[in-house]
Protein backbone atom coordinates (compact mmCIF):
# COMPACT_ATOMS: atom_id res chain seq x y z
CA UNK A 1 0.00 0.00 0.00
CA UNK A 2 2.61 2.13 0.47
CA UNK A 3 4.48 1.72 -2.51
CA UNK A 4 1.14 2.02 -4.62
CA UNK A 5 -0.08 5.54 -2.75
CA UNK A 6 3.83 6.69 -3.51
CA UNK A 7 3.29 5.88 -6.87
CA UNK A 8 0.05 7.88 -6.87
CA UNK A 9 0.85 11.04 -5.30
CA UNK A 10 3.97 10.72 -7.97
CA UNK A 11 1.45 10.91 -10.61
CA UNK A 12 -0.87 13.35 -9.39
CA UNK A 13 2.61 15.54 -8.92
CA UNK A 14 3.64 14.91 -11.87
CA UNK A 15 -0.10 15.49 -13.52
CA UNK A 16 -0.19 19.24 -11.63
CA UNK A 17 3.30 19.97 -12.61
CA UNK A 18 2.43 18.92 -16.54
CA UNK A 19 -0.72 21.55 -15.82
CA UNK A 20 1.18 24.24 -14.07
CA UNK A 21 3.84 24.03 -17.51
CA UNK A 22 0.62 24.03 -19.67
CA UNK A 23 -0.99 26.86 -18.31
CA UNK A 24 2.16 29.16 -18.28
CA UNK A 25 2.44 28.27 -21.77
CA UNK A 26 -0.59 29.05 -22.64
CA UNK A 27 -0.63 32.20 -20.88
CA UNK A 28 2.11 33.12 -22.54
CA UNK A 29 0.93 32.82 -26.02
CA UNK A 30 -2.00 34.81 -25.22
CA UNK A 31 0.25 37.99 -23.72
CA UNK A 32 2.32 37.38 -27.39
CA UNK A 33 -0.67 37.67 -28.97
CA UNK A 34 -2.33 40.65 -27.20
CA UNK A 35 1.22 42.31 -27.34
CA UNK A 36 1.25 41.99 -31.28
CA UNK A 37 -2.55 43.10 -31.48
CA UNK A 38 -1.76 46.44 -29.63
CA UNK A 39 -4.54 45.51 -27.05
CA UNK A 40 -4.39 44.25 -23.56
CA UNK A 41 -4.44 46.31 -19.78
CA UNK A 42 -2.68 49.25 -19.70
CA UNK A 43 -1.47 49.52 -23.34
CA UNK A 44 -2.37 52.84 -25.11
CA UNK A 45 -5.15 53.39 -27.37
CA UNK A 46 -5.32 52.63 -31.34
CA UNK A 47 -4.13 55.00 -32.94
CA UNK A 48 -6.71 56.82 -35.48
CA UNK A 49 -6.47 59.59 -38.54
CA UNK A 50 -7.11 62.49 -35.84
CA UNK A 51 -4.48 60.87 -33.39
CA UNK A 52 -1.02 61.23 -34.34
CA UNK A 53 1.64 59.45 -32.44
CA UNK A 54 3.45 61.29 -29.39
CA UNK A 55 7.12 61.40 -30.15
CA UNK A 56 8.65 59.63 -27.34
CA UNK A 57 11.51 62.22 -27.80
CA UNK A 58 10.61 65.74 -29.71
CA UNK A 59 13.45 67.60 -30.90
CA UNK A 60 13.54 70.82 -29.89
CA UNK A 61 12.32 72.53 -33.54
CA UNK A 62 9.59 70.20 -33.09
CA UNK A 63 8.94 71.50 -29.71
CA UNK A 64 9.39 75.36 -30.60
CA UNK A 65 6.52 74.43 -34.02
CA UNK A 66 4.26 73.12 -31.24
CA UNK A 67 4.61 75.94 -28.48
CA UNK A 68 4.07 78.77 -31.26
CA UNK A 69 0.83 78.76 -33.04
CA UNK A 70 1.45 80.76 -36.05
CA UNK A 71 4.73 78.61 -36.80
CA UNK A 72 2.51 76.76 -39.16
CA UNK A 73 0.97 79.74 -40.88
CA UNK A 74 1.82 81.04 -44.57
CA UNK A 75 4.34 84.40 -44.09
CA UNK A 76 1.87 87.81 -44.23
CA UNK A 77 2.42 90.77 -46.85
CA UNK A 78 5.05 92.78 -46.27
CA UNK A 79 2.64 96.44 -45.79
CA UNK A 80 3.57 99.07 -47.80
CA UNK A 81 3.68 102.21 -46.42
CA UNK A 82 1.05 105.50 -47.31
CA UNK A 83 3.04 108.47 -48.98
CA UNK A 84 2.77 111.56 -46.50
CA UNK A 85 -0.54 113.45 -47.58
CA UNK A 86 0.65 116.83 -49.28
CA UNK A 87 -0.69 120.10 -49.71
CA UNK A 88 -3.58 120.78 -52.20
CA UNK A 89 -2.38 123.53 -54.95
CA UNK A 90 -3.01 127.06 -54.32
CA UNK A 91 -6.39 128.34 -55.88
CA UNK A 92 -5.52 130.25 -59.04
CA UNK A 93 -5.70 134.16 -59.05
CA UNK A 94 -9.12 134.85 -61.50
CA UNK A 95 -10.49 138.30 -62.31
CA UNK A 96 -13.52 138.51 -61.02
CA UNK A 97 -14.88 140.40 -63.63
CA UNK A 98 -13.24 139.08 -67.10
CA UNK A 99 -12.76 135.32 -65.00
CA UNK A 100 -9.38 135.59 -66.63
CA UNK A 101 -6.63 135.31 -64.94
CA UNK A 102 -5.98 138.15 -62.34
CA UNK A 103 -4.05 140.45 -60.57
CA UNK A 104 -2.10 139.01 -57.74
CA UNK A 105 -1.81 141.08 -54.72
CA UNK A 106 1.02 140.05 -52.28
CA UNK A 107 -0.56 142.32 -49.44
CA UNK A 108 -4.23 143.83 -50.37
CA UNK A 109 -4.80 144.86 -47.31
CA UNK A 110 -2.22 147.64 -48.21
CA UNK A 111 -3.24 148.24 -51.69
CA UNK A 112 -4.76 150.55 -53.66
CA UNK A 113 -6.92 150.33 -57.07
CA UNK A 114 -6.00 152.99 -59.00
CA UNK A 115 -8.57 154.16 -62.07
CA UNK A 116 -7.58 157.09 -63.99
CA UNK A 117 -6.37 159.22 -67.26
CA UNK A 118 -3.26 160.96 -67.65
CA UNK A 119 -3.14 162.60 -64.38
CA UNK A 120 -2.63 159.22 -62.88
CA UNK A 121 -0.56 157.91 -65.97
CA UNK A 122 1.59 160.31 -66.38
CA UNK A 123 2.34 162.77 -68.95
CA UNK A 124 4.50 165.90 -70.34
CA UNK A 125 7.97 163.93 -69.19
CA UNK A 126 6.43 162.65 -66.08
CA UNK A 127 6.61 159.10 -64.77
CA UNK A 128 3.46 156.88 -63.99
CA UNK A 129 4.98 156.52 -60.34
CA UNK A 130 5.91 160.42 -59.81
CA UNK A 131 2.12 161.64 -60.59
CA UNK A 132 0.52 163.27 -57.54
CA UNK A 133 -2.31 160.21 -57.52
CA UNK A 134 0.66 157.58 -57.48
CA UNK A 135 2.89 159.41 -54.95
CA UNK A 136 0.09 160.55 -52.36
CA UNK A 137 -1.21 156.74 -52.37
CA UNK A 138 2.32 155.71 -52.00
CA UNK A 139 3.36 158.10 -49.74
CA UNK A 140 0.57 156.87 -46.96
CA UNK A 141 1.77 153.19 -47.30
CA UNK A 142 -0.58 152.08 -50.40
CA UNK A 143 1.14 149.75 -52.78
CA UNK A 144 -0.63 151.36 -55.57
CA UNK A 145 -1.41 149.13 -58.84
CA UNK A 146 -3.14 151.23 -61.53
CA UNK A 147 -5.19 150.63 -64.35
CA UNK A 148 -6.43 153.09 -67.07
CA UNK A 149 -5.07 155.39 -69.47
CA UNK A 150 -4.39 158.90 -71.14
CA UNK A 151 -7.31 160.49 -72.77
CA UNK A 152 -10.12 158.61 -71.65
CA UNK A 153 -12.44 159.07 -68.59
CA UNK A 154 -16.13 158.42 -67.73
CA UNK A 155 -17.13 158.62 -71.66
CA UNK A 156 -14.07 159.77 -73.26
CA UNK A 157 -12.22 157.54 -74.88
CA UNK A 158 -8.43 158.18 -76.69
CA UNK A 159 -7.03 157.87 -80.11
CA UNK A 160 -4.61 155.19 -79.11
CA UNK A 161 -8.35 152.47 -78.98
CA UNK A 162 -8.46 152.86 -74.82
CA UNK A 163 -11.83 152.86 -74.31
CA UNK A 164 -13.90 154.86 -71.40
CA UNK A 165 -13.92 153.61 -67.60
CA UNK A 166 -17.28 151.65 -67.79
CA UNK A 167 -16.62 149.90 -70.73
CA UNK A 168 -13.12 148.93 -70.17
CA UNK A 169 -13.73 147.62 -66.99
CA UNK A 170 -17.45 146.10 -67.91
CA UNK A 171 -15.95 144.11 -70.53
CA UNK A 172 -13.01 142.82 -69.22
CA UNK A 173 -9.83 145.02 -71.05
CA UNK A 174 -8.59 145.69 -67.48
CA UNK A 175 -6.66 142.58 -65.30
CA UNK A 176 -8.23 143.30 -61.93
CA UNK A 177 -6.94 141.97 -58.35
CA UNK A 178 -8.25 138.40 -57.49
CA UNK A 179 -8.60 140.13 -53.81
CA UNK A 180 -10.40 142.78 -52.34
CA UNK A 181 -7.64 145.64 -52.23
CA UNK A 182 -7.74 147.89 -48.96
CA UNK A 183 -8.78 151.31 -51.23
CA UNK A 184 -10.28 151.92 -54.90
CA UNK A 185 -9.34 154.95 -56.12
CA UNK A 186 -11.50 156.47 -59.45
CA UNK A 187 -9.99 159.81 -60.64
CA UNK A 188 -11.03 161.33 -64.03
CA UNK A 189 -13.45 163.97 -65.52
CA UNK A 190 -10.86 166.08 -67.23
CA UNK A 191 -11.76 164.23 -70.91
CA UNK A 192 -15.23 164.67 -70.86
CA UNK A 193 -14.95 167.66 -70.43
CA UNK A 194 -12.83 168.07 -73.05
CA UNK A 195 -15.05 166.25 -75.33
CA UNK A 196 -18.03 167.76 -74.40
CA UNK A 197 -20.13 165.08 -72.54
CA UNK A 198 -23.35 166.09 -70.83
CA UNK A 199 -23.85 165.62 -66.78
CA UNK A 200 -26.40 162.82 -67.54
CA UNK A 201 -23.77 160.82 -69.66
CA UNK A 202 -20.72 161.34 -66.65
CA UNK A 203 -23.20 160.87 -64.06
CA UNK A 204 -24.48 157.23 -65.60
CA UNK A 205 -20.69 156.09 -66.56
CA UNK A 206 -19.53 157.23 -63.23
CA UNK A 207 -22.49 155.38 -61.36
CA UNK A 208 -21.80 152.32 -63.96
CA UNK A 209 -18.10 151.93 -62.66
CA UNK A 210 -18.84 152.64 -59.56
CA UNK A 211 -21.39 150.22 -58.41
CA UNK A 212 -19.70 147.66 -60.48
CA UNK A 213 -16.47 148.24 -58.49
CA UNK A 214 -18.71 147.73 -55.30
CA UNK A 215 -20.47 144.60 -56.20
CA UNK A 216 -17.02 143.03 -56.92
CA UNK A 217 -14.82 144.26 -54.04
CA UNK A 218 -17.33 144.20 -51.56
CA UNK A 219 -15.05 144.60 -48.72
CA UNK A 220 -12.96 147.47 -50.37
CA UNK A 221 -13.33 151.02 -49.51
CA UNK A 222 -14.08 153.30 -53.05
CA UNK A 223 -12.92 157.21 -53.21
CA UNK A 224 -13.81 159.25 -56.11
CA UNK A 225 -11.49 162.13 -57.36
CA UNK A 226 -12.64 164.73 -59.10
CA UNK A 227 -11.22 167.06 -61.91
CA UNK A 228 -7.97 168.88 -61.65
CA UNK A 229 -8.75 172.87 -62.30
CA UNK A 230 -8.65 176.31 -60.70
CA UNK A 231 -12.11 176.27 -59.41
CA UNK A 232 -15.40 177.88 -60.60
CA UNK A 233 -14.47 181.74 -59.59
CA UNK A 234 -10.98 181.66 -61.35
CA UNK A 235 -11.99 180.46 -64.59
CA UNK A 236 -12.08 176.87 -64.10
CA UNK A 237 -14.56 176.56 -66.90
CA UNK A 238 -16.23 172.99 -67.91
CA UNK A 239 -13.40 171.23 -65.70
CA UNK A 240 -14.75 172.94 -62.32
CA UNK A 241 -17.95 171.80 -63.38
CA UNK A 242 -17.31 168.85 -63.91
CA UNK A 243 -15.61 168.02 -61.12
CA UNK A 244 -19.15 169.77 -58.90
CA UNK A 245 -21.11 167.01 -61.12
CA UNK A 246 -19.30 163.99 -59.93
CA UNK A 247 -19.04 165.55 -56.06
CA UNK A 248 -22.85 165.78 -56.66
CA UNK A 249 -23.30 162.00 -57.63
CA UNK A 250 -21.20 160.98 -54.70
CA UNK A 251 -22.92 162.57 -52.58
CA UNK A 252 -26.22 161.33 -53.26
CA UNK A 253 -24.57 157.85 -53.64
CA UNK A 254 -22.87 157.73 -50.21
CA UNK A 255 -19.69 157.35 -51.70
CA UNK A 256 -16.59 159.04 -50.42
CA UNK A 257 -14.88 161.95 -52.68
CA UNK A 258 -12.40 164.31 -53.11
CA UNK A 259 -12.68 166.98 -54.88
CA UNK A 260 -9.05 168.68 -56.55
CA UNK A 261 -11.44 171.22 -59.04
CA UNK A 262 -9.42 174.39 -57.10
CA UNK A 263 -6.55 173.18 -56.09
CA UNK A 264 -4.30 174.63 -58.88
CA UNK A 265 -5.00 177.99 -57.69
CA UNK A 266 -5.95 177.02 -53.57
CA UNK A 267 -2.01 175.07 -53.52
CA UNK A 268 -0.37 177.90 -56.03
CA UNK A 269 -0.12 175.08 -58.50
CA UNK A 270 -0.48 177.27 -61.49
CA UNK A 271 2.83 178.20 -62.27
CA UNK A 272 3.68 174.58 -62.24
CA UNK A 273 1.88 173.73 -65.39
CA UNK A 274 3.38 172.16 -68.62
CA UNK A 275 0.55 172.87 -70.66
CA UNK A 276 -3.27 173.98 -69.93
CA UNK A 277 -4.14 170.63 -68.34
CA UNK A 278 -1.11 168.99 -66.88
CA UNK A 279 1.80 169.20 -63.97
CA UNK A 280 5.60 169.61 -63.97
CA UNK A 281 7.39 167.33 -61.70
CA UNK A 282 7.33 169.91 -59.34
CA UNK A 283 3.43 170.92 -59.51
CA UNK A 284 2.32 166.78 -59.15
CA UNK A 285 5.09 166.79 -56.13
CA UNK A 286 2.98 169.77 -54.65
CA UNK A 287 0.05 167.86 -55.26
CA UNK A 288 1.35 164.38 -54.15
CA UNK A 289 1.63 166.36 -50.75
CA UNK A 290 -2.13 167.54 -50.98
CA UNK A 291 -3.76 163.89 -51.64
CA UNK A 292 -2.01 162.37 -49.10
CA UNK A 293 -3.41 165.45 -45.91
CA UNK A 294 -6.86 164.46 -47.30
CA UNK A 295 -6.35 160.96 -47.45
CA UNK A 296 -5.32 161.11 -43.90
CA UNK A 297 -7.87 163.23 -42.75
CA UNK A 298 -10.24 160.89 -44.73
CA UNK A 299 -8.92 158.36 -41.99
CA UNK A 300 -7.70 156.38 -45.42
CA UNK A 301 -4.60 155.54 -44.82
CA UNK A 302 -3.56 151.67 -44.98
CA UNK A 303 -5.07 149.51 -42.29
CA UNK A 304 -2.30 149.77 -39.21
CA UNK A 305 -1.28 153.43 -40.27
CA UNK A 306 -1.66 155.91 -37.72
CA UNK A 307 -3.44 159.08 -39.21
CA UNK A 308 -1.75 161.91 -38.64
CA UNK A 309 -3.06 165.72 -39.57
CA UNK A 310 -0.96 167.28 -42.11
CA UNK A 311 -1.58 170.87 -43.36
CA UNK A 312 -1.69 171.11 -46.95
CA UNK A 313 1.13 173.13 -48.18
CA UNK A 314 -1.47 176.16 -49.02
CA UNK A 315 1.51 178.95 -48.17
CA UNK A 316 4.73 177.71 -49.72
CA UNK A 317 5.55 179.53 -52.96
Given amino acids: MLQGDTIHRTRHGRFRAAMTVGASLAAGILLMATAADGGGLGSPPPRTASTPPASADPSPTAQAASASP ?5 PTAAITPSPPPTEPPPAPCIDPISKGPGLELPDPGRTALLIGDSQSSGAAGVAADRTWTQAGLRGVGYDVRFVGAGGTGFVAMNDSGATNYPSALIQGQWVLPCADPALIVVQGGGNDAALGASDEQIVGGADAVVSTLSR ?19 GG ?5 VDGVLGAF ?5 FLFISPGDWLTRFQAVAEMADTVHLTQAGHDRLAGVLGAQLKDMQLTPPGLTSVHQTPPEAQP
Fill in 70 to 74: TASAS
Fill in 216 to 234: TYASSKIVLIGTLATGVAH
Fill in 237 to 241: GRRAE
Fill in 250 to 254: AMSRN
